[in-house]
Nanobody
Framework: QVQLVESGGGSVQAGGSTKLSCVASGRMWSICVTAWYRQAPGKEREMVSSIRRDTDEAQYSDSVKGRFTISQAVNKNTLYLQMTSLKTEDSAVYYC????????????WGQGTEVTVSS
């Protein structure tokens, strides 16, 4: 099992920045990819960014590319999402997720942390 705990959400003004963290524990040796998802009220959950634990290769959705940066601690057990130039449409609950090696979906999820961007 893998446990994921997010932190860092809160309220921020449009144009501002904030950073989310996700501390992972458990059988992280079995995890190949971690990611940030978000879900706004009335909308489907969408992937924001993902990162391979072995290579640091990152991917971003078009909506956040150039504004958000995903990274991981040296020990690979903390995931970060640096969010800049925030827009009101970035308001959502942000979830940390982990995918076991050899699978093509995310098996573990955190409880989520809410980010509210006001104009």
């Amino acid at each position: 099992q893998v446990q994921l705990v997010e932190s860092g959400g809160g309220s921020v003004q449009a144009g501002g920045s904030t950073k989310l963290s996700c501390v992972a524990s458990g059988r992280m040796w079995s995890i190949c990819v971690t990611a940030w998802y978000r879900q706004a009220p009335g909308k489907e959950r969408e992937m924001v960014s993902s990162i391979r634990r072995d290579t640091d290769e990152a991917q971003y959705s078009d909506s956040v590319k150039g504004r958000f940066t995903i990274s991981q601690a040296v020990n690979k057990n903390t995931l970060y999402l640096q969010m800049t130039s925030l827009k009101t449409e970035d308001s959502a609950v942000y979830y940390c997720a982990a995918s076991r090696c050899g699978t093509h979906h995310f098996n573990y999820w955190g409880q989520g942390t809410e980010v509210t961007v006001s104009s």
